[in-house]
């Protein structure tokens, strides 16, 4: 296939109304603006959004509410601390946390933090953990397991280091 064979998809580009061309062309004599009022005038002149005297739509919805992320996933937080409670070497999970009553249910996804002290070591195996939870988890000779993929470190180039690009 060549660029001069490519054509758009059948009914994606359909030729532009001309706009008071006789009645015949079907947006001939008032094209399609009515027969009097303001809005069959040449320059209407109302404001984006104008509803007729009516309150308008943006100062009848309440202002400054925030913003509601609808893909934000809740974790149950779990410390470090509140481990001690499970034998050395036990595989603590969701399920385990679940039984132990540390969280409301094993379905939940759940993230560890770093508060509190750990002596015994554990396999802990959680969706989400803060490096400083991972670390007390190792230095207490226990291994910590992601059930989930980490987030990817999105890079932006303004952050990446600057090349040298004089000449030598």
């Known amino acids: 296939m060549k660029l001069h064979e490519l054509k758009p998809p059948r009914g994606s580009h359909t030729p532009r109304t001309r ?89 939940k996804p759940v993230k560890l933090l770093a508060a509190g002290r750990l002596a015994t070591a554990l396999q802990v195996k959680v969706h989400r953990s803060s490096a400083a939870a991972r670390q007390a988890i190792e230095s207490a000779g226990g291994s910590l397991e992601l059930l989930e993929a980490p987030r990817p470190v999105v890079v932006h180039i303004a952050d990446e280091p600057e090349q040298d690009t004089e000449p030598q």
Do not use: C
Not at 20 to 46: C, E, M, N, P, Y
Not at 81 to 91: D, E, N, P
């Open 19 to 107: 706009i008071g061309r006789g009645i015949a062309a079907g947006q001939g004599k008032t094209s399609g603006r009515g027969q009097k009022g303001q809005g069959s005038r040449s320059s209407v002149g109302l404001p984006v959004g104008f509803e007729g005297g009516q309150m308008p739509l943006t100062q009848r919805l309440p202002k400054l509410r925030g913003f509601h992320n609808r893909w934000r996933r809740e974790y149950v937080v779990v410390n470090v601390g509140k481990l001690t409670r499970f034998t050395a070497g036990t595989v603590v999970d969701p399920d385990t946390l679940a039984e132990a009553g540390l969280i409301p249910a094993a379905s």
